[in-house]
């Protein structure tokens, strides 16, 4: 069964540190930012969207759980 737990700040450092660097990296394949500049923008662009992590107003962060595996399997982020 497929649990959706509140994220925790613990989780949501994993999830940030690891976001802002693939988001930099996809910028950096299609073009649009150089290596250079790219994970400044793309920290930027998280810090917009999620300026207080977990407890942005209007923001809900889950981490998604299974009974068949143990630690998380995803996330799940909506506005």
């Known amino acids: 069964m497929l649990h959706l737990v509140p994220m925790t700040e613990a989780?949501?450092?994993i999830y940030y540190d690891?976001?802002?660097?693939?988001?930099?990296?996809e910028h950096v394949r299609s073009g649009r930012w150089s290596a250079e500049e790219a994970y400044e923008n793309s920290a930027g662009e998280y810090q917009t969207?999620?300026?207080?992590g977990?407890?942005?107003p209007d923001n809900y962060l889950y981490?998604?759980?299974t009974d068949e595996v143990d630690g998380p399997v995803g996330i799940l982020?909506?506005?």
């Open 63 to 65: 981490t998604l759980r």
């Open 18 to 25: 690891v976001a802002v660097a693939d988001y930099a990296q």
């Open 54 to 56: 977990v407890e942005t």
């Open 77 to 79: 982020w909506f506005a």
């Open 49 to 52: 969207l999620l300026p207080a």
């Open 11 to 13: 989780e949501f450092k």
